[in-house]
């Protein structure tokens, strides 16, 4: 034992290493490093794992968040073109129908202008021949007066109104 003990204290005279402490020492932190790597380490490495999750989770979020948004830009795009051209087909439409519009009043408008002309023509007409018949009137009339003078003989109103007529027709074929 002698010699173990000798062995254990190696060089201890001259403040050499004892063997046996290092072994408790050795020991000892194998067994905190067990200590450890059960209560502080593997509650740590949890810990780092559900952040490591914390973190991908948000991105794996932001990623969706970003796609999505891109989605929607793309549809609002799309919605404003589409917005776009219907807003231009109206104008187009609207064009079109006020051309219409213009045309239907212009031809309507011509259409009254040419009754207006043609009534007026008639009427113009009518006045005319009724100027034509008082003409007739007054001219018979004043041929009566100027034959009974003339004959110097009063007609009757039945032999009056056989020379009118003769003379309107007279006057009528002379036209």
């Known amino acids: 034992m002698q ?3 000798g062995f254990l204290i190696l060089g201890a005279e001259a403040g050499g290493l004892n063997i046996g402490d290092m072994l408790v020492q050795l020991i000892i932190f194998l067994v905190l490093l067990a200590l450890l790597g059960k209560f502080a380490w593997g509650p740590f490495m949890n810990m780092m794992k559900e952040r490591e999750d914390y973190i991908s989770n948000e991105i794996d979020t932001a990623e969706k968040s970003r796609e999505e948004a891109q989605r929607l830009q793309r549809e609002a795009t799309e919605e ?3 917005t776009r051209q219907d807003a231009q087909s109206i104008i187009e439409e609207a064009r079109n129908t006020a051309a219409q519009q ?3 009043i ?3 408008a011509r259409k009254e202008s040419d ?3 043609e009534a007026a023509r008639q009427e113009i007409e009518q006045e005319r021949d009724k100027a034509v018949q008082q003409l007739k009137d007054q001219v018979a009339t ?3 007066m100027i034959a009974s ?3 110097e003989k009063e007609l009757s109103e039945q032999d009056q109104q056989k020379l009118i007529d003769e003379y309107i027709t007279e006057a009528g074929e002379d036209r």
């Open 115 to 117: 009754r207006m002309k």
């Open 149 to 151: 003078k003339v004959i």
């Open 3 to 5: 010699s173990l003990t």
């Open 142 to 144: 004043m041929s009566v």
């Open 80 to 82: 404003l073109k589409k």
């Open 106 to 108: 212009i031809e309507t």
């Open 102 to 104: 213009e045309k239907s």
